[in-house]
């Protein structure tokens, strides 16, 4: 089982509509979650960061569920410059290290 | 605002030919790390480091060699290329506590043939 875990999609979607991504992990002890957002052949860039109590940031929002061990990103009212890719990450410690695990991705095509 | 410069953006080598991948980041982050990212398979951590002198190996090591000699430095050595090593390199750096994000270079996409 991989340690974080998303649909990789497509998630095709029209301008307007309301998207949501889920994404699980397996380290209980994980303590940092974050989502990022990464363009075509470009590197990954912080979307936000997922805080315990939920958090929002304009049209997006995060939430974590530590007890069921998923996090989930809800992006309303699409548009075009919306279209990426997602990516879950999670950070947590081995032997007392902070890595830093990456989901695969879940892609995003918002339509016109 | 340099961030995390990441260099050459491309490169193409013949199998067997070394070369060296360059990272320095200019925001003193003690954390600093190598991803290759291959189509279908996300971002899988090639080697680590917490610190000037502290190196230790990811998921996917065999291949590739780094070294800390700094804390704004951190090159990433292919010893003798293989075509497997046909991909997207990423470096990124963070502080070493567990909230901090991660920032990445551009990147270096690497042929080899």
């Known amino acids: 089982r991989k340690e974080v875990e998303q649909d990789p999609g497509p998630f095709n979607v029209p301008e307007g509509a309301t998207v949501a991504f889920n994404c699980t992990y397996s380290?209980?002890?994980?303590?940092?979650f974050f989502w990022y957002r990464q363009d075509c052949r470009k590197e990954p860039k912080l979307l936000m960061s997922v805080y315990s109590s939920g958090n929002e940031d304009g049209r997006f929002t995060a939430q974590l569920n530590r007890a069921s061990q998923y996090i989930s990103l809800l992006i309303r009212d699409s548009k075009l410059s919306d279209s990426a890719t997602y990516l879950c990450v999670v950070r947590g410690t081995t032997s007392g290290t902070y890595k830093y695990i990456f989901g695969t991705g879940t892609r995003l095509k918002v339509l016109a | 605002n340099a961030g995390v410069t990441q260099t050459p953006k491309f490169q193409v080598l013949k199998t067997g030919q070394s070369m060296t991948l360059q990272c320095a980041q200019d925001m003193n982050h003690e954390y600093m790390s190598w991803y290759r990212q291959d189509p279908g398979m996300g971002l899988r951590l090639i080697h680590y480091?917490?610190?000037?002198?502290?190196?230790d190996q990811g998921e996917v090591p065999n291949g590739y060699n780094v070294s800390r000699s700094t804390t704004e430095d951190f090159p990433l050595r292919l010893l003798s290329a293989a075509p497997s090593q046909t991909s997207v390199y990423f470096c990124a750096s963070s502080y070493g506590t567990g909230k901090s994000e991660a920032f990445f270079g551009q990147g270096t996409r690497l042929t080899v043939v």
């Open positions: 480091s917490v610190g000037a002198g502290i190196t």
């Open positions: 380290n209980s002890a994980s303590q940092s």
